[in-house]
């Protein structure tokens, strides 16, 4: 649970990783707390995690000006709706009192509305 705009989330995570987070955890001898630490051991910052984020993407030859850590959210969102097509439990797991704000994570392209159309095959 994180306290995070005066709202308690609950974030869920995966049993895969939360083993691997808890094997991580447990090599660098950190019973609470943060996990992720800079070398001298203080909070990583927003920035420090966009920097990393940008050179892993230069690496994978992504482009680092379309990189921001708030797209992984947008993807998570994306990720999860096409599995569950279920808005009502992704407004739940991503921590919104309102669909409408969840809605904004699944809005499409006029590229990809084309390409949904051009998939029915209404016209031979």
């Not at 019973?31 to 994978?60: D, H, Y």
């Not at 680092?64 to 407004?91: E, G, M, Q």
């Amino acid at each position: 649970m994180i306290s995070l705009k005066r709202k308690i989330c609950t974030i869920l995570i995966p049993n895969k990783l939360c083993r691997k987070l808890l094997k991580y955890a447990k090599k660098n001898k950190t019973a609470s707390g943060e996990i992720f630490l800079t070398r001298n051991g203080t909070s990583l910052s927003r920035r420090q995690i966009w920097a990393e984020m940008k050179g892993l993407c230069r690496a994978a030859g992504v482009t680092a000006s379309k990189v921001f850590p708030h797209n992984f959210r947008h993807l998570f969102a994306t990720a999860f709706y096409r599995a569950s097509r279920d808005i009502v439990k992704l407004a739940d797991v991503l921590g919104h009192s309102s669909i409408e704000t969840t809605r904004i994570y699944l809005l499409t392209s006029g590229a990809e509305h084309q390409r949904q159309l051009d998939r029915l095959g209404l016209v031979s």
